[in-house]
């Protein structure tokens, strides 16, 4: 899968566990994190980010509250990636 399509897989899975199954936000990236073929840590939080940027865009108060949650999600992940240890490293070339 290329990395357009792995995104796009990526938060469409997010989007189904936010809605669909309800979890948090938090959960919800927890749960993509885990799966066998688990993204790179920074892929899933770009997809959770993205899908909050789409929420926000509509006008229902649930779905802007959503939004609020998953960027505050993504802060508190990258936080807890920086605490275990996680750099980010220039790409090999």
């Known amino acids: 899968m290329d990395m357009h399509n792995r995104q796009e897989w990526l938060e469409e ?4 566990r936010l809605l669909t199954d309800r979890l948090s936000p938090h959960d919800a990236l927890q749960s993509v994190m885990a799966d066998p073929d688990a993204p790179d840590p920074m892929e899933a939080v770009f997809a959770l980010t993205t899908v909050a940027a ?3 865009g ?3 108060a649930g779905l802007f509250g ?8 993504a802060t508190l992940f990258i936080c807890e990636l920086w605490a275990e240890g996680y750099r980010l490293e220039p790409p090999e070339e």
């Open 13 to 16: 899975k997010i989007t189904e």
């Open 54 to 56: 789409d929420l926000s």
């Open 58 to 60: 509509w006008q229902e």
């Open 66 to 73: 959503l939004s609020n949650r998953c960027f505050a999600a």
